[in-house]
């Protein structure tokens, strides 16, 4: 739970504007079937357990309200934004016996099929943008496929469009009706869509159930940055003047110290943090800029003084620093029956790409024997 993240009262809003609960209610699509029996059974079981409500609210603080304007962005019914608390109660650490991970419980094939990188060092499926992207277009792309219908789209998400297929098909065969509540599918799924609705009707309807809802204020509390370079995560914490343990906690897929290398990531910061850390990033590229600057400058000095041509005194520089490059490399592996770089890498705490690149291989094959630098 992140209820450690705490932002300022916005007094000039009113009580409506002020709680996202509401303003997201107020877009609701979905709940013209919460009478359905099975969603009144789902929201009776829901009612007699208060404490686990207020534990999706909670989680869901600092993800919510981009994922709602997400929602709103893509032209989209606001319940979904409440689907990480059916996927994974709202905690993007989550994981399942099956491989899916993250707020959006994505499986690994569908998140490669959308360009997501998994690696070493990050998993995007953890990442609250990246996931929520890839969500969002595969539920629209389900609901297309399910001609414009929402709970076949959302069952389809849960157990697979082909098994949503079949059942649809098997009820035509039958002559029986093919909308979701009449469809045999797996108990999982039959859960699924109760689960949901039954959640969106106690948010829109807190206080006719007697459930106090924990307000969540209308505006980001967490917000996203890019970085272009490896960053250790304690010198992002160090640079938005917020711990690691923020840091950490706001971006789950990062797997571990530092950002990955040669990749352009997006991570979270508390919003209130985020113009900090912008400046102080800023300040620390033209701080580098300068030292850049003054190493020229040096350089052409010395070979004037010395009457060195510029260009043979940047290709000596060049052999320098390559000869320092290898030299640095001393620690060699050899290759071991049933070896692939991946698993080298993940052993030596790198990269395959990086493997390639330090010992000139211009692809993955690898002979028993074969010395590599790492």
């Excluded at 707020?103 to 499926?125: C, E, H, I, S, T």
């Excluded at 297309?144 to 959302?154: P, R, S, V």
């Excluded at 912008?278 to 350089?299: C, F």
Aim: hydrophobic share 40%; net charge positive; glycine share 4%.
């Amino acid at each position: 739970m992140l209820g450690w993240i705490n932002m300022p009262a916005q007094a000039l809003l009113s009580p409506s504007e002020q709680n996202l609960w509401l303003v997201m209610s107020q877009n609701f699509t979905l709940v013209t079937d919460q009478n359905h029996n099975d969603v009144r059974q789902q929201l009776n079981r829901d009612l007699r357990d208060p404490k686990y409500i207020h534990k999706l609210t909670v989680n869901a603080r600092p993800y919510l309200y981009y994922i709602f304007q997400q929602t709103k962005k893509l032209h989209l019914p606001a319940e979904l934004a409440l689907l990480p608390m059916v996927e994974s109660d709202y905690m993007p650490s989550g994981s399942s016996d099956v491989g899916a991970a993250g707020l959006w419980q994505l499986m690994p094939g569908l998140a490669a099929n959308y360009g997501v990188k998994m690696n070493y060092f990050y998993d995007g499926r953890r990442s609250t943008t990246v996931s929520t992207n890839v969500a969002l277009h595969f539920l629209s792309y389900l609901y297309q496929m399910f001609d414009h219908n929402w709970l076949l789209a959302l069952a389809a998400y849960n157990a697979g469009p082909g098994t949503v297929m079949e059942a649809i098909h098997y009820n035509k065969e039958h002559g029986l009706p093919t909308n979701f509540w009449a469809l045999p599918l797996p108990k999982q799924t039959e859960r699924y869509i109760p689960k949901l609705l039954a959640l969106a009707t106690i948010i829109q309807h807190p206080h006719a159930y007697g459930m106090h809802l924990s307000p969540i204020p209308n505006k980001a509390v967490a917000s996203s940055v890019t970085i272009n370079k490896q960053m250790k995560l304690k010198t992002i914490a160090s640079l938005a003047h917020t711990s690691v343990n923020t840091v950490k906690k706001l971006n789950p897929a990062l797997r571990h110290s530092s950002t990955p290398p040669h990749q352009s990531i997006t991570v979270m910061l508390p919003t209130h943090n985020k113009p900090m850390f912008v400046k102080q990033l800023k300040a620390e590229k033209e701080n580098q800029k300068t030292v850049k600057s003054k190493v020229k400058k040096h350089l052409a000095v010395k070979t004037k003084k010395h009457n060195v041509k510029k260009q043979l005194a940047i290709k000596a520089t060049k052999h320098k620093v390559k000869k320092m490059t290898e030299n640095n490399h001393t620690n060699l592996y050899s290759v071991r029956r049933g070896d692939d770089l991946n698993r080298i890498a993940a052993r030596h705490h790198t990269t395959a790409k990086h493997l390639m690149v330090i010992n000139h291989l211009s692809n993955d094959d690898l002979q028993v024997g074969k010395r590599l630098k790492v």
